[in-house]
């Protein structure tokens, strides 16, 4: 079974970077596609960015457009997200998500999609 451990998150100003990464481990992320979201206090788990198993498909969320990059490296079964021009509304635990063998790319903006995920990392962005 695999396990998903995220890191890079932190305290951040407003206007700054940060780049998150997603390792996985017991099993691969190889085949299968992957997923950010976050979930700030009192709200529910909102999709980020996607990307495909092969890299060359990605998708991302409007509010994030332009700012943030989902990447992988399938080589080192660990994904990123590369987030740019940070805002104090990007503050929440940022979750990956790894998705089914077979992938429903209707649902790759759900959390429904996707069959594992890590324990999340808090990211906070003061203005």
């Known amino acids: 079974q695999v396990q998903l451990t995220e890191s890079g998150g932190g305290l951040v100003q407003a206007g700054t970077s940060l780049q998150l990464s997603c390792a996985a481990s017991?099993?691969?992320?190889?085949?299968?596609?992957l997923g950010w979201f976050r979930q700030a206090p009192g709200r529910e788990r909102d999709f980020v960015a996607h990307i495909n198993w092969s890299g060359d498909y990605t998708q991302y969320a409007d509010s994030v457009k332009g700012r943030f990059t989902i990447s992988r490296d399938n080589a080192k079964n660990t994904g990123y997200l590369q987030m740019s021009n940070l805002k104090p509304e990007d503050t929440a635990v940022y979750y990956c998500?790894?998705?089914?063998?077979?992938?429903?790319?209707?649902?790759?903006?759900?959390?429904?999609?996707?069959?594992?995920w890590g324990q999340g990392t808090q990211v906070t962005v003061s203005s």
């Open positions: 017991g099993d691969t992320f190889d085949g299968r596609a």
């Open positions: 998500a790894r998705g089914p063998r077979v992938f429903v790319r209707s649902r790759s903006t759900s959390p429904t999609g996707y069959e594992d």
